[in-house]
C-alpha cells in the first residue's frame, strides 16, 4: 500500500512538471494540482485593474487550471523587468512602452493579447494651472512613477504634437501620490490614464476639473495596456499561455459589461477602494477595451503592430529596422476574431 501511494506521487509530481512554465520550476501546488502563478498589475490597484480581480472572483482562473497571486505594479518598465527575472510570470503593461524599452534593451518577455485597443495614456493638470493644450507643458513639471507608461511614451507624444521634451521636467512621483500632488501644485501635471480622471477631481476637492492631453489624440494607432508573459513560457507552454489570457480576458469582459460590480469585487481585495471612484474610471474604460473593427476583446493586428513600431521609429525613439511585429508581440496566442 505504501508502495503504492509512493508511485501515485510521483506520478502526480511529474504531471505538475510537465504542465509548469511559469516561475523557476520549484512553484508547487499546495494541496491542489492548481499551477501557481503570480500576476502584476500595470500600476497600483486601482479600479482600470479591476478585471484581474474579477476573474479571481468568479474562479475563472481556478477553473483555467492556476492558483492565481495578484500583486501591484509600479509601471510598464518595472513590470517587464518582473517578469522577464521570474519574479513574476504575467504581467500588465503599456504596449508601446514595451515596444521603446525592446528597442533599448533585449529582455525576453513577449505580449500574448491586448487589454485596451487604444492607448488612455496622458498629460492631467487642472484648471487654473494654465495647461490648456500641449503647447502650454513647455517649462512646465510633470509628476510621474520612473519607467511609467506616460513618461516613457513621452518623447513619442511631445514629437507629434511638436514640442521639445527637453523643455518637460518629469518629477519621480509614487502612483499613490500622484493626485495629491497635483492638487498641492507641487507639480504642473502628473502623467496619469485617461480613467484616472475621477480620481484626480476627488483627490483636488476644490471643484476644479482635470484638464487631460490623452496621447491617443495624436497618435490613434496606438495600443493600451498589453498582457506580458516571458519569450520562453510563450514559446514552450502556448496551451498554458491561451488558457491564462482566455481567463483574464474573461474577467475584462465582465468587467465592462458591470463596471459597478466589478469595482464592489475590487474593493472586497483592495478594503482602500473608493467603489464610486472605481466604477467611473472602469465606465471610462469600456471604449477603450472594445475593438472597433469587429475583433474579439485582446486581438491583436499585426499590420498595426508594425506602423506602432514605425510611428516610433519616426519620433526617434526606436532606431528604424530595430524590431519586427514578431520581437514584441506572439500574435498566435491572443485571442482570434
Given at each position: ?42 500600476f ?6 479591476a ?8 474562479g ?6 492556476f492558483?492565481?497571486t ?141 484638464v ?25 507552454h ?16 465582465d ?14 481585495y ?27 476583446i ?20 526606436l ?19
Open positions: 500500500m505504501r508502495l503504492r501511494r509512493s508511485a501515485v506521487a510521483l506520478t502526480a509530481v511529474l504531471g505538475l512538471a510537465l504542465v509548469s512554465a511559469c516561475g523557476s520550476g520549484d512553484d508547487k501546488s499546495s494541496g491542489s494540482d492548481l499551477q501557481k502563478v503570480n500576476y502584476l498589475t500595470s497600483g490597484q486601482f479600479g482600470r485593474e478585471y484581474a480581480y474579477v476573474a479571481l472572483e468568479k475563472y482562473f481556478k477553473d483555467a487550471g492558483d492565481v495578484i500583486t501591484k505594479g509600479n509601471g510598464t518598465v518595472e513590470v517587464m523587468k518582473q517578469v522577464a527575472g521570474g519574479q513574476a510570470d504575467y504581467g500588465i503593461g503599456d504596449f508601446t512602452a514595451i515596444a521603446i524599452t525592446l528597442g533599448k534593451q533585449k529582455l525576453p518577455v513577449t505580449t500574448v493579447g491586448m487589454i485596451q485597443q487604444r492607448s488612455m495614456a496622458a498629460i492631467v493638470s487642472l484648471q487654473g494651472y494654465g495647461i490648456t493644450k500641449p503647447e502650454d507643458l513647455m517649462d512646465k513639471s510633470v509628476g510621474d512613477q520612473p519607467g511609467s507608461t506616460n513618461q516613457v511614451m513621452f518623447p513619442v507624444y511631445a514629437k507629434a504634437v511638436g514640442i521639445d521634451e527637453k523643455k518637460v521636467t518629469f518629477i519621480p512621483s509614487p502612483p499613490q501620490n500622484l493626485p495629491a500632488v497635483l492638487s498641492t501644485k507641487k507639480v504642473d501635471a502628473i502623467g496619469q490614464f485617461v480613467v484616472g480622471v475621477p480620481l484626480v477631481e476627488k483627490a483636488d476637492g476644490q471643484g476644479r476639473k482635470a487631460v492631453l490623452p496621447y491617443g489624440e495624436k497618435l490613434p494607432q496606438l495600443y493600451g495596456n498589453a498582457i506580458l508573459t516571458r519569450s520562453d513560457v510563450a514559446k514552450d502556448p496551451d498554458q499561455v491561451k488558457k491564462f489570457t482566455t481567463a483574464l480576458l474573461k474577467g475584462l469582459q468587467t465592462i459589461a458591470d463596471p459597478a460590480a466589478a469595482a464592489e469585487t475590487l474593493k472586497k483592495v478594503p482602500t477602494t473608493d467603489v464610486a471612484v472605481a466604477t467611473k474610471e472602469l465606465e471610462l474604460m469600456k471604449p477603450y477595451v472594445q475593438p472597433t473593427s469587429g475583433d474579439t485582446g486581438a491583436v493586428d499585426e499590420e498595426r503592430v508594425q506602423k506602432v513600431l514605425d510611428t516610433l521609429a519616426e519620433a526617434d525613439t532606431t528604424p529596422g530595430t524590431l519586427k511585429p514578431a520581437d514584441v508581440v506572439t500574435v498566435g496566442l491572443a485571442p482570434k476574431s
